[in-house]
């Protein structure tokens, strides 16, 4: 995600280095670098203009402090200009209402039921009763996809497969939620194109009759700058309340992130990277400014660690590594904990500077699987002592988990490695030489 925005913006901060101060001279040079790095990643040329004039502005006779130089001051500066030029500040969905609705809209192909269905399995993470309603009545199988993803995250889906009207479907659906008790309904509409004037007329006349508290327009970003022009012909339409952008983790340049919200003065609530149903995010300007200047995100990456690490787990592991006693069902746990996580490249993303130490390696996403499988092969005696498997055992883990007794060998002694470090740990910690 933004990679190539990210090598260029680098690039040209680098030409401050040894500068002793911000000059006019060489600040106008860094920021003609900076604005046409923004166009290449696809941001509207104006909103490059006037985020950059902005940035020449703020830096040009600034007072560089003692031990800040002006490399350093201009990414500060850039921050800033970019996570104001994204909405400065997350934005809450609106869920008010008895029941609240929410009604999506976008093109078609933008991932828009993908998201109905991650969306269900964020609301209800918060103790809220979800109905799904299916009102894509023209592409076929999209009821089904969305009962699968109902399925998936333990929503009710509401449909009505023989009705192609898409206003009755959405009214029967809010009784229906009211008679049983759903404090959110969200509404799954048909993709459309802007300039296809009976589908646009189809959604008003949805949004007029169910007068949700919530409209949001779900855009791929891969598309780029046309995203934004569609996102703006839909909200002069639509009059919607929010932007959802989807597919963040595919190989986009970041031109729709940076540009909608200018552009479209409608703040990006939630972004989506992945297909999972916890592959969904709330967007965060400031944080996503720092992403974008390879500053990385660590608050948000210890949000997904508290969200899937339980802590009754946590404690007990804590009390193994204590005592020594730590065994492979310990370890097998652990990597179920990471992968509960989501996307690795997302996951390695947030950690500050290391997209440039990254630069040009593949990162595998199945690193993980062959592991899992050894250790699944494994009955749970021989996990929790692992001192027990022999030749033959070594065999048929190898042959149970399609990989070789050496795999096997290898993964029992980076084990026994880890817990001589574990038990160093504990020692040095009891003598005192870690307080």
Do not use: W
Not at 245 to 260: F, Q
Not at 320 to 344: A, H, T, V
Request: aromatic content about 4%.
């Amino acid at each position: 995600m933004f990679q190539s925005l990210q090598e260029r913006l680098n690039q040209a901060v680098k030409s401050l280095s040894g500068k002793g101060r911000i000059t006019e001279l060489n600040v106008a040079a860094t920021v003609k670098e900076i604005r046409r790095a923004l166009v290449e990643a696809d941001v509207n040329y104006k909103v490059a203009k006037d985020v950059t004039d902005r940035i020449k502005d703020e830096a040009i006779g600034r007072k560089v402090l003692i031990d800040v130089n002006p490399g350093q001051l201009l990414v500060k500066i850039m921050e800033d200009e970019l996570a104001q030029l994204m909405g400065g500040q997350a934005t809450s969905i609106n869920i008010k209402g008895d029941p609240a609705i929410i009604l999506m809209s976008g093109l078609q192909g933008s991932g828009k039921t993908t998201f109905c269905g991650k969306l269900a399995h964020y609301l209800k993470k918060q103790n809220r009763q979800i109905l799904l309603v299916a009102c894509d009545i023209y592409r076929p199988a999209a009821i089904e996809q969305l009962k699968t993803l109902g399925a998936a995250v333990g929503v009710e889906v509401y449909a009505e497969p023989e009705n192609k009207d898409a206003v009755e479907i959405s009214l029967n659906a809010i009784k229906y939620a009211k008679a049983n008790h759903k404090q959110i309904v969200i509404i799954d509409t048909a993709g459309r194109l802007a300039i296809d004037e009976q589908m646009m007329t189809e959604i008003e006349n949805v949004k007029k009759a169910v007068n949700p508290t919530e409209t949001l327009f779900v855009v791929d970003a891969m598309t780029g700058q046309d995203a934004v022009n569609t996102a703006k012909t839909f909200n002069e339409r639509l009059n919607f309340d929010g932007v959802v952008l989807t597919k963040l983790d595919g190989d986009t340049r970041g031109g729709a992130a940076l540009s909608i919200r200018a552009v479209v003065e409608k703040p990006i609530k939630f972004v989506g990277m992945g297909e999972k149903p916890d592959a969904l995010d709330v967007f965060h300007p400031d944080r996503m400014a720092r992403r974008i200047l390879d500053m990385g995100d660590v608050v948000g990456l210890v949000e997904k660690m508290q969200a899937v690490f339980d802590e009754d787990e946590e404690k007990r592991l804590a009390a193994q590594i204590r005592k020594n006693q730590l065994n492979l069902e310990d370890f097998l746990s652990q990597i179920r904990q990471i992968k509960k996580m989501g996307n690795i490249k997302d996951m390695i993303s947030m950690i500050p500077g290391i997209s440039g130490m990254l630069k040009g390696k593949e990162i595998n996403e199945d690193a993980y699987k062959p592991t899992e499988a050894i250790l699944l092969s494994m009955t749970p005696k021989e996990r929790q002592s692992p001192q027990i498997i022999d030749a033959n055992r070594k065999k048929r883990i190898a042959l149970g988990s399609g990989t070789t007794v050496e795999k096997v060998n290898a993964l029992l002694r980076q084990f026994e490695e880890m817990k001589k470090f574990m038990k160093k740990m504990n020692q040095a910690q009891s003598s005192g030489k870690l307080r």
